[in-house]
């Protein structure tokens, strides 16, 4: 696991841009997963009302704290558009989960100083990748 990822997932507080209240759609798998693992998690997204059962905020400006990492589940325009809201409220990680993201969003990560992931591992994958390394 690289270093970015292994510090991601030593984060406290994470907010899922694209967080649904379709318990079938990824956002919310990942959204339940972070929260499960001990994690505060804010979703966000601005047609959802709520997130198994939690406020859902429609931007990252409107979160009551800033959170650690932005888990991007969300086309890559999107995308786009919220590494730019996270430049602008200092957020420092992007992790951007497969299918999410883009070259352009990548370098204005980079171009912002924000840490990103992308190109995977999805973050399910690292938070069971790192569960079952500290069980051996």
């Given at each position: ?8 997932l030593d ?7 694209g967080?649904?209240?379709r ?12 929260k ?22 429609p ?13 991007m589940v ?5 995308t ?6 996270c ?8 992790w ?13 990560c980079r ?6 992931v ?10 069971r990748?790192r ?6």
């Amino acid at each position: 696991m690289n270093d970015d990822i292994s510090r991601m997932l030593d984060a406290a507080t994470f907010a899922v841009v694209g967080a649904s209240h379709r318990p079938e759609k990824y956002g919310h798998i990942a959204y339940r997963a972070l929260k499960a693992e001990g994690k505060t998690a804010y979703a966000v997204n601005p047609r959802a009302g709520a997130v198994d059962g939690d406020r859902c905020y429609p931007a990252l400006a409107d979160l009551p704290a800033r959170p650690d990492v932005a888990v991007m589940v969300v086309p890559p325009a999107v995308t786009e558009a919220a590494v730019a809201e996270c430049a602008r409220l200092g957020i420092p990680n992007v992790w951007m989960q497969p299918g999410a993201e883009s070259e352009a969003a990548v370098a204005a990560c980079r171009r912002h100083g924000i840490a990103v992931v992308s190109g995977g591992p999805c973050i399910m994958v690292g938070l069971r990748t790192r569960k079952y390394r500290a069980q051996e």
